[in-house]
């Protein structure tokens, strides 16, 4: 079988927002590689081992490849993704001198070529992400997340995913409730449950992304812990008007976790107030350096209190507490 691939050269900052175009506009499968260079700092101090080759990627830039049924026009598709990125600078998301390019390819160069890349890696105390088809032998104190994240985004190398997981590692005591908005691969709902949690609500409106958690979920035997739902932010908890029968999680919830980008964040945040208990904690990333003024802002006037924030290059995840 052959595919249409869409090649995008972009900027680091706007890749998680195209991506998202590209997965609205039913891609089968979208592939992301940031610049290698030797000059990018990146956090070893788990003694993660960076293995993707160096490339001629400039610093800050990134190239998407999303690839499409060889029955999609592809011309169709660049017309109607070019607006799209043009319209990001009004977010204050730079797409950069952006360039588009198609290619026709068989399947087996996209669909398996990538997972050379992704090696087991440690990306906190106590967690560390194995792929699948990867032999690894863990320490006594390693908590391993099994991870095959197919189409869908979360392999735990993209900094908003390891400062989630490091900061959920904070965070979780034991025997808490937790939702996952904007799950993806799943993997913040499994690494929540490895920490201790007792449940866990993903949500997603992707269903590649659900298909993808729902099978990494099954791979972790955590199917009785994780439920994963298709659902548009917490949309699922306003159209079960109030009867939970389906949903194990009991909300209001005792944290909120969500890897999303800053604009979407800033939509949902009373939502996110109203489905936490008194005391709870909600984990907001994604959010790119120039939307940090914004977001702490619209958490301070929802009702929630700064209690941390955390840093990885340019990307920022807040810890906020909704007041006793």
């Not at 908003?160 to 996952?180: K, N, P, Q, Y």
């Not at 917490?234 to 890897?259: F, H």
Request: hydrophobic share 40%; aromatic share 8%.
């Amino acid at each position: 079988m052959k595919w249409h691939e869409i090649t995008i050269e972009t900027m680091e900052e706007a890749q998680e927002m195209i991506s998202n175009f590209l997965h609205e506009l039913d891609a089968g499968g979208v592939s992301i590689e940031e610049s290698g260079t030797l000059n990018k700092q990146r956090d070893t101090s788990l003694g993660q081992w960076y293995e993707h080759p160096l490339n001629d990627i400039p610093e800050g830039h990134a190239i998407i490849k999303a690839y499409f049924s060889e029955t999609v026009d592809p011309d169709g598709i660049i017309a109607t993704i070019r607006p799209r990125i043009e319209e990001l600078r009004q977010y204050d998301i730079n797409p950069g001198d952006f360039v588009i390019t198609k290619a026709l390819v068989d399947d087996e160069d996209w669909a398996t070529a990538w997972k050379q890349y992704f090696k087991p890696i440690r990306v906190s105390e106590r967690l560390t992400i194995k792929p699948t088809w990867e032999e690894y032998t863990p320490a006594p104190d390693e908590r391993i997340i099994e991870l095959d994240p197919g189409m869908a985004f979360g392999t735990g190398t993209h900094p908003t995913t390891a400062l989630c997981l490091r900061t959920l590692e904070s965070v979780i005591r034991g025997d808490e409730e937790v939702i996952d908005v904007g799950t993806g691969s799943g993997i913040l709902a499994i690494g929540a449950m490895k920490l201790g949690a007792r449940r866990v609500l993903a949500l997603d409106l992707d269903p590649v992304a659900v298909s993808s958690a729902t099978e990494n979920t099954r791979l972790n035997g955590l199917e009785a812990d994780i439920q994963v739902y298709l659902s548009d932010l917490l949309g699922i908890l306003e159209s079960n008007n109030g009867q939970q029968a389906e949903i194990q999680v009991s909300v209001p919830v005792d944290v909120v976790v969500a890897n999303i980008l800053a604009e979407i964040i800033l939509l949902f945040i009373d939502d996110v107030y109203a489905a936490l208990k008194p005391g709870g904690t909600y984990i907001a990333s994604g959010i790119w350096k120039n939307k940090e003024e914004d977001v702490e802002a619209g958490l301070i006037a929802a009702g929630f209190t700064i209690k941390d924030r955390q840093r990885d290059q340019d990307w920022i995840a807040f810890v906020a507490v909704k007041p006793e």
